[in-house]
């Protein structure tokens, strides 16, 4: 059974850091590519972050230079490092795990928001 399991959501005012956590189980995480998405009320889901089995790190344009992403294998564990956080980063964030077009497993989701 194939778990994403998304921790370390929470209210932070603007300014401030989060990092979000995904635990993996279930898969050959190592051969995975990890991904961060996020969807605000109101919006389609969208892609923050990327990482590929081989550790190649992609970002959406409003999040780069703001937020870091990374992998532990040996953990199954992908992270999600979010610095300078604005109200406009206010989302549920999901953790998504693909290792192909028709292989692909989502977390449950953990909410971000950003308000003073």
């Known amino acids: 059974q194939v778990q994403l399991v998304e921790s370390g959501g929470g209210l932070v005012q603007p300014g401030g850091s989060l990092r979000l956590s995904c635990a993996a189980s279930?898969?050959?995480?190592?051969?995975?590519?990890m991904g961060w998405y996020r969807q605000a009320p109101g919006k389609q889901r969208e892609l923050v972050a990327g990482?590929?089995?081989?550790?190649?790190?992609n970002y959406a344009d409003s999040v780069k230079g703001r937020c870091t992403i990374s992998r532990n294998n040996a953990k199954s564990m992908v992270y999600l490092q979010m610095n300078s956080l604005k109200p406009e980063d206010t989302a549920v964030y999901y953790c998504?795990?693909?290792?192909?077009?028709?292989?692909?497993?989502w977390g449950q989701g953990t909410q971000v928001t950003v308000s003073s």
């Open positions: 998504n795990a693909k290792l192909t077009s028709s292989v692909a497993y």
């Open positions: 279930g898969i050959t995480f190592s051969a995975y590519n």
């Open positions: 990482i590929t089995s081989s550790g190649r790190t």
